[in-house]
């Protein structure tokens, strides 16, 4: 497989340093991306990037990915417009190991020359000086050059100003590139394209430094087709982790991708070759409303990041919410799974003493949770065969509901009509 082709097909490649092709075409190279540690786990931000090491393997390169132990205690200025708050080395410790048990999902770590690598760039600057550094670093680029960067100029020019210690930022991650390029024989570092300035910068001072040559890659920074911003919803991040971000919410945000998004995710964050692809294009476009691209990313990115079982159960939940799954299904989630599910649906709580002793569903829906704003709205709903509980139909307006009704000893699912849902919660 060529490295650089695959990247251009699937619309993923931006910026290329003239002769990157050329070496990648002479045999195996080694290249790295940095990922940022400010928290413990990747999210879908994270995976075009990953994508892009996974590709880099499977075209016969060793990937390294190095996690920026010693570069988030600085903080990179790139597209932001403020300064981050710096995290305590206790912390970034915690944060690099969830990373690192993620990217062990997706890169091979044990497959002979081409294995990956994960290097921490913490391990090198630790005992590296000040006064070393802006010895053996700082002398070799100018401070017009470092001027000349947007990611310097955006911020300078802008109304909070930029400290020295973001301003050094590219040269400490010029000096990852050095460190590795002299080190492990890293001839290429890659990114997202905001990161242009930062890997170049990396390319002169080894040029400057030692007379070396190094190379350069950029990836397209991901965007959704309607101008918001890729990754995020109502409720922040999309996280690759589990506790963060439940595998039914992650399956449900490649569900929900626009059909324009889909055609151009598809190709960037699955492993399908082009000829799969363009038969579940043709597909789509035959038949939109059945969602086929939608439902092959989504099955696809969830099995990687979760697994078959995660994605089983989220294609379970969806049923259950939008379909005919019964209630029984809630018996194989755990009380974090039932919540996760039920996120964003009204919760209401009872005594579970009430329930042991019996409750009149009208009481139930009205008076000890507010389902329903009075128990006449109440009774006229059940009447009319459009209140459930546990997706059976309320029979009559006198039926008691007791502890036997729990779900896992703990839940009641009320509805009102077929899409209204109510979680309430015995305690």
């Given at each position: 497989?060529?490295?650089?082709?695959?990247?251009?097909?699937?619309?993923?490649?931006?910026?290329?340093?003239?002769?990157?092709?050329?070496?990648?075409?002479?045999?195996?190279?080694?290249?790295?991306?940095?990922?940022?540690?400010?928290?413990?786990?990747?999210?879908?931000?994270?995976?075009?990037?990953?994508?892009?090491?996974?590709?880099?393997?499977?075209?016969?390169?060793?990937?390294?990915?190095?996690?920026?132990?010693?570069?988030?205690?600085?903080?990179?200025?790139?597209?932001?417009?403020?300064?981050?708050?710096?995290?305590?080395?206790?912390?970034?410790?915690?944060?690099?190991?969830?990373?690192?048990?993620?990217?062990?999902?997706?890169?091979?770590?044990?497959?002979?020359?081409?294995?990956?690598?994960?290097?921490?760039?913490?391990?090198?600057?630790?005992?590296?000086?000040?006064?070393?550094?802006?010895?053996?670093?700082?002398?070799?680029?100018?401070?017009?050059?470092?001027?000349?960067?947007?990611?310097?100029?955006?911020?300078?020019?802008?109304?909070?100003?930029?400290?020295f210690t973001e301003f050094t930022y590219q040269l400490v991650q010029g000096y990852d590139f050095y460190y590795l390029w002299k080190n492990h024989n890293c001839a290429l570092q890659m990114g997202g394209s905001d990161q242009?300035?930062?890997?170049?910068?990396?390319?002169?001072?080894?040029?400057?430094?030692?007379?070396?040559?190094?190379?350069?890659?950029?990836?397209?920074?991901?965007?959704?087709?309607?101008?918001?911003?890729?990754?995020?919803?109502?409720?922040?991040?999309?996280?690759?982790?589990?506790?963060?971000?439940?595998?039914?919410?992650?399956?449900?945000?490649?569900?929900?991708?626009?059909?324009?998004?889909?055609?151009?995710?598809?190709?960037?964050?699955?492993?399908?070759?082009?000829?799969?692809?363009?038969?579940?294009?043709?597909?789509?476009?035959?038949?939109?409303?059945?969602?086929?691209?939608?439902?092959?990313?989504a099955k696809d990115i969830t099995i990687r990041v979760h697994g078959e079982a995660e994605y089983e159960k989220a294609i379970k939940s969806s049923e259950f919410l939008f379909g005919n799954t019964g209630i029984e299904f809630?018996?194989?989630?755990?009380?974090?799974?039932?919540?996760?599910?039920?996120?964003?649906?009204?919760?209401?709580?009872?005594?579970?003493?009430?329930?042991?002793?019996?409750?009149?569903?009208?009481?139930?829906?009205?008076?000890?949770?507010?389902?329903?704003?009075?128990?006449?709205?109440?009774?006229?709903?059940?009447?009319?065969?459009?209140?459930?509980?546990?997706?059976?139909?309320?029979?009559?307006?006198?039926?008691?509901?007791?502890?036997?009704?729990?779900?896992?000893?703990?839940?009641?699912?009320?509805?009102?009509?077929?899409?209204?849902?109510?979680?309430?919660?015995?305690?």
């Amino acid at each position: 497989m060529n490295f650089v082709e695959e990247l251009r097909w699937r619309g993923i490649l931006h910026d290329i340093m003239p002769g990157t092709e050329e070496l990648l075409n002479k045999g195996m190279v080694s290249g790295y991306i940095g990922f940022d540690p400010t928290a413990d786990s990747l999210h879908v931000g994270s995976l075009a990037q990953i994508m892009t090491l996974i590709h880099f393997q499977l075209a016969g390169h060793k990937p390294f990915a190095l996690v920026g132990g010693a570069t988030g205690m600085v903080g990179d200025p790139s597209g932001k417009s403020a300064e981050r708050n710096l995290l305590s080395e206790e912390a970034l410790q915690h944060n690099l190991a969830g990373i690192k048990g993620q990217l062990e999902k997706f890169l091979n770590f044990d497959c002979g020359a081409n294995s990956a690598q994960m290097v921490n760039n913490y391990d090198w600057f630790k005992e590296f000086t000040f006064l070393n550094f802006i010895r053996d670093v700082g002398k070799h680029i100018t401070v017009n050059y470092m001027m000349a960067k947007d990611s310097v100029k955006n911020r300078i020019n802008g109304d909070t100003g930029m400290s020295f210690t973001e301003f050094t930022y590219q040269l400490v991650q010029g000096y990852d590139f050095y460190y590795l390029w002299k080190n492990h024989n890293c001839a290429l570092q890659m990114g997202g394209s905001d990161q242009w300035g930062n890997i170049v910068t990396g390319t002169e001072l080894i040029r400057r430094k030692d007379a070396g040559e190094a190379f350069a890659l950029t990836t397209q920074l991901i965007k959704k087709s309607d101008g918001s911003k890729f990754g995020k919803t109502e409720g922040g991040n999309i996280w690759l982790d589990a506790e963060k971000t439940s595998p039914y919410k992650f399956y449900q945000f490649w569900l929900n991708t626009s059909d324009v998004d889909a055609k151009t995710y598809i190709r960037i964050f699955t492993l399908f070759n082009k000829e799969t692809i363009e038969g579940l294009e043709a597909e789509q476009d035959a038949a939109p409303h059945l969602r086929t691209l939608q439902k092959a990313l989504a099955k696809d990115i969830t099995i990687r990041v979760h697994g078959e079982a995660e994605y089983e159960k989220a294609i379970k939940s969806s049923e259950f919410l939008f379909g005919n799954t019964g209630i029984e299904f809630l018996n194989e989630l755990s009380d974090a799974e039932v919540l996760a599910l039920f996120d964003g649906v009204p919760n209401h709580t009872v005594k579970l003493a009430n329930l042991e002793e019996g409750i009149n569903i009208a009481d139930l829906l009205a008076v000890h949770t507010t389902v329903f704003a009075s128990k006449g709205e109440a009774k006229k709903m059940i009447q009319a065969g459009g209140a459930s509980i546990n997706k059976a139909k309320i029979a009559t307006v006198d039926d008691i509901y007791t502890t036997d009704t729990l779900i896992n000893g703990k839940y009641l699912v009320a509805q009102k009509g077929k899409k209204n849902y109510f979680l309430i919660i015995a305690e």
